[in-house]
């Protein structure tokens, strides 16, 4: 099993940036797929970014590419989401999560350990 703990949420205007980070322990961390998703309140959680376990493959929701960048530093056990261009739709509480697998997966029931959240509120 491993653990997730993000940070980097906050409140920022529309039109700002953010950085998300997610560290990991308790498994080897660069073996496996990474991937950033997000919930607004009452709505399903989504996937918004994800990226392979070498950082040589990524993809992204369609409705944050071009905006958001997925990264991962796997000396440091670290993946990070930078997000600019904020909108108020980019609202929601962000999830990191570890894949089962070492590529990519875009649904949920892929990802096998979550971390607790962090919020990110964008105001117009």
């Known amino acids: 099993q491993v653990q997730l703990v993000e940070s980097g949420g906050a409140l920022v205007q529309a039109g700002g940036s953010l950085r998300l980070s997610c560290a990991a322990s308790?498994?080897?961390?660069?073996?496996?797929?990474m991937g950033w998703f997000r919930q607004a309140p009452g709505k399903e959680r989504e996937f918004v970014a994800g990226?392979?376990?070498?950082?040589?493959?990524?993809y992204y929701a369609d409705s944050v590419k071009g905006r958001f960048t997925i990264s991962r530093d796997n000396a440091r056990n670290t993946v990070y989401l930078e997000m600019n261009s904020l909108k108020p739709e980019d609202t929601a509480a962000y999830y990191c999560a570890v894949a089962a697998t070492s590529g990519v997966v875009f649904d949920m029931r892929g990802y096998d350990s979550w971390g607790q959240g962090t919020q990110v509120t964008v105001s117009s």
């Open positions: 990226i392979n376990w070498s950082g040589g493959s990524t």
């Open positions: 308790g498994r080897t961390f660069s073996r496996y797929a």
